[in-house]
């Protein structure tokens, strides 16, 4: 089989012109965040505030979180789930593309799946059969003897890997991922030039530390926050405080938003429009250049269908409202720049 190897240079972090604030004046109440009115980057997206929120025809549409695992049937033939992480719903490859097809997504980031948990053959296969649409995301091993440094070398530079997910939830119990391990990996990836995409799923406010830490000791690594860090809209003082910790992030030019698993952070159903003034705030804080929409698939099929998951960022959009070139860098070319030389043929 021949190797797939990377250039690991190609990877350069959008650095936002704009000022970056500390994080404590980003600190505001419950009511304020909830209420207060959309803030733009600049006078000249203020302006074309009111431009038509609709992306061009020659704007690449870029999911940049989504899973796949093998069917039951692969399962037992070739790939075998992790005991005990069986799916319950519908996650393979062939679905996958009927759901992009459907939905005019062009390309996407796969996140390594718990399902097969360190076993990456089924999401490699898939990224050797498909290597212009897809881009791989391996999980990290934080394994205490040391041996997931080399896993992530030989994920990243023999397979083709060009990002890393660091799931805190598997880290030896009582210890962080800024521990020697996690150290030692953060820094690694930032070496080869791959981002690491945080999971915080059970609250940012338990990893902002270790995030910030590893931010300032390790500039060089890019950084993506899954789903929003899993912030939904303020409901009280303890929520608006963790979620300005999030855009207080901004101030690190290397940190990147998810705009991803809308129904993971909205209170509401689809069209998820609770989120206009959150997405809002994110955007004035990071810029949309380092803002990119995922759809969080299969999940998000269930819930509101994976072509509506798509459609219901132009609706949020269209409420906060927001211009046409904002759209555009969320929905695919913040991801495309990121991941330079993927998705560039028409």
Known sequence: MAIVRVNTTSL??????????????????????INSPPVFRT???????????????????IDSHLHVWASPQEAIEKFPYVPGQEPSIRGNFDFLLHCMEEAGVD?????????????????????KKHPSKFVGCCL?????????????????????????RFNPYLWPSGQQMTNEIGKAMFSKVGELGVPVGFMCMKGLNLHISEIKELCSEFPETVVLLDHVAFCKPPMDDEEAKTFSELLGLS?????????????????????????????????????????????DFPFV??????????????VIANQVPMPSSDLEWIMGKTAMQLFQGQWTAS
Not at 261 to 285: E, G, I, N, W
């Open 12 to 33: 350069t972090p959008l650095i936002s012109s704009r000022t970056f604030f500390p994080s404590s004046t980003f600190f505001f109440s419950s009511a304020s965040v």
């Open 43 to 61: 006078a000249s997206t203020a302006a074309a505030d009111m431009a038509t929120t609709t992306t061009t025809t020659t704007t690449k549409i």
């Open 107 to 127: 390309g996407a980031l796969i996140v390594q799946p718990i399902n097969h948990k360190f076993d990456h053959s089924y999401v490699t296969s898939v990224l």
């Open 140 to 164: 990290a091993n934080p394994a205490e003897d040391g041996s997931g440094v080399q896993q992530l070398e030989h994920l990243i530079l023999e397979d083709g890997y060009r990002a890393v």
């Open 251 to 295: 101030r690190f030019p290397q940190v990147y938003v998810k705009f991803s698993a809308l129904f993971r952070v909205s209170r509401k159903s689809f069209p998820y429009d609770d989120l206009t003034t959150l997405l809002s705030q994110v955007v004035s804080s990071f810029g949309a250049n380092r803002v990119m929409w995922g759809s």
């Open 301 to 314: 099929v269930e819930e509101c269908g994976y072509k509506e998951a798509k459609e219901a960022v132009s």
